[in-house]
């Protein structure tokens, strides 16, 4: 299965430990496609229905719901994870995602 940036994946993220956000949920991969076809991990940002409106959180609608893209909770999974693939980001949710990820990462 070709995994690709910014694709909307179904991650299956438990077990998990403390505050990291649980249970399968749609999550964007973070990773480029030169790692994601090589490697056996992808860095994915889990999505989730309610948020608070946190500076590391960016607003985007799949499936026709309001979502958040949790760019606070980062982490590399295992493609195991993966259960199916979803949807894409659009053009403006992925320059948002940049924005966000230069902002909070980048000095």
Do not use: F
């Not at 399968?24 to 790692?35: A, G, K």
């Not at 992808?42 to 893209?69: C, E, F, L, N």
């Amino acid at each position: 299965m070709a995994i690709n940036q910014y694709e909307i994946v179904l991650v299956n993220l438990d077990p998990t430990i403390g505050s990291e956000i649980k249970k399968t949920r749609p999550c964007v991969v973070i990773s480029p496609n030169e790692m994601n076809k090589y490697l056996n991990t992808i860095v994915i940002a889990p999505m989730t229905s309610q948020s608070k409106k946190y500076p590391t959180r960016v607003p985007v609608k799949h499936d026709s719901k309001k979502g958040w893209v949790v760019l606070d909770q980062i982490r590399t999974i295992d493609k195991q994870r993966i259960v199916k693939t979803l949807d894409n980001l659009t053009e403006k949710e992925i320059e948002k995602v940049k924005v966000i990820l230069m902002e909070t990462y980048i000095d």
